[in-house]
């Protein structure tokens, strides 16, 4: 069996170009499993003799230890990957990791802001400068069209129809989509736009140019929006698990809220799978519990 994962992490170094890290990962994930059949079983199995249900074995042990779902889910993971290179070989002849199912992930709630807390974040930023502008701005952009902050910063003059009240979004896999454009967040862009300076050379892209900019005129990354949201939550407060993430999740789980239908919202978010969605359905019903709780006098 070690002469097998030995091969198998060189063809991964050599063939496959995987990076130290992930080779570290199935350098661990395997030979785990190989200590784990020498002190139960007193010996490691040849790769040909190793059964779907041993390695059934495996994974209760694993989840008995107390081993996190993903992290179970990633070690069946090398083992499957690892069968399929020895089966190429002809190491072994059958895949025993395949029939196995990984453990169901457990679904944590997203954090979702309320009203209040929003409105105190999306008024954080100073409106005396460009840069209080700008960062206004893109809170409301975010908040009022439920951006993936990726999306918001490949956003370019272009994509804006302030007429229409909507902006053209470029979501996962290249994908496109419609979304709307409040009038707060216009409002923000447009005071933006009049003092926004961009480098000569973004400025030349014309309607190519990107809608929001940093303090040298050039594009905005994910991160540089991440340290601005980290700032203004400070200011006003807020849970210091908020991210740029926190207000998509903020601007679905409000409109459900607010009797908008799930599939709707699915396509507002731009999610391919509605299951995808179905998450913020929990996080409404969990949010009505809360104030029914709150609010009826014989609810405890």
């Known amino acids: 069996m070690q002469s097998a994962i030995t091969q198998f ?140 902050v990726s999306e918001l910063v490949g956003l370019r003059d272009r994509d804006l129809d302030f007429d229409e009240q909507i902006l053209r979004v470029r979501g996962k896999g290249r994908k496109e989509r419609i979304s709307p454009l409040g009038s707060f967040a216009i409002k923000a862009i447009k005071k933006y736009e009049q003092r926004r300076v961009r480098d000569p050379k973004t400025e030349q892209l014309g309607r190519d140019a990107p809608v929001f900019v940093n303090r040298f005129g050039n594009i905005l990354t994910t991160r540089s929006v991440g340290r601005m949201l980290d700032k203004h939550i400070a200011v006003v407060g807020l849970d210091s698990r908020v991210s740029p993430h926190t207000l998509r999740h903020s601007f679905a789980t409000h409109l459900l809220d607010r009797g908008a239908d799930i599939r709707s919202v699915q396509e507002l978010l731009g999610h391919k799978s509605l299951a995808t969605t179905q998450i913020y359905t929990h996080v409404s019903a969990a949010n009505l519990l809360s104030v029914y709780e709150k609010a009826h006098p014989r609810a405890s």
Do not use: C
């Open 9 to 148: 992490l060189k063809y991964l170094a050599t063939e496959r170009n995987a990076s130290d890290l992930t080779i570290k990962a199935y350098r661990e994930d395997l030979f785990a499993m190989m200590e784990w059949f020498r002190a139960t079983r007193g010996k490691v199995p040849k790769p040909d003799a190793l059964s779907p249900q041993e390695l059934r074995t495996f994974q209760a042990a694993l989840q008995e230890a107390g081993y996190a779902r993903t992290t179970i889910a990633r070690k069946l993971a090398s083992l499957r990957s690892f069968y399929r290179f020895a089966m190429r070989q002809g190491i072994a002849t059958l895949n025993p990791a395949k029939p196995l199912r990984n453990p169901r992930r457990q679904r944590k709630l997203p954090l979702v802001l309320s009203n209040e807390e929003v409105g105190r974040l999306l008024l954080a930023p100073p409106s005396h400068d460009v840069a209080g502008l700008r960062d206004r701005a893109i809170l409301e952009t975010m908040y009022s069209s439920g951006l993936r």
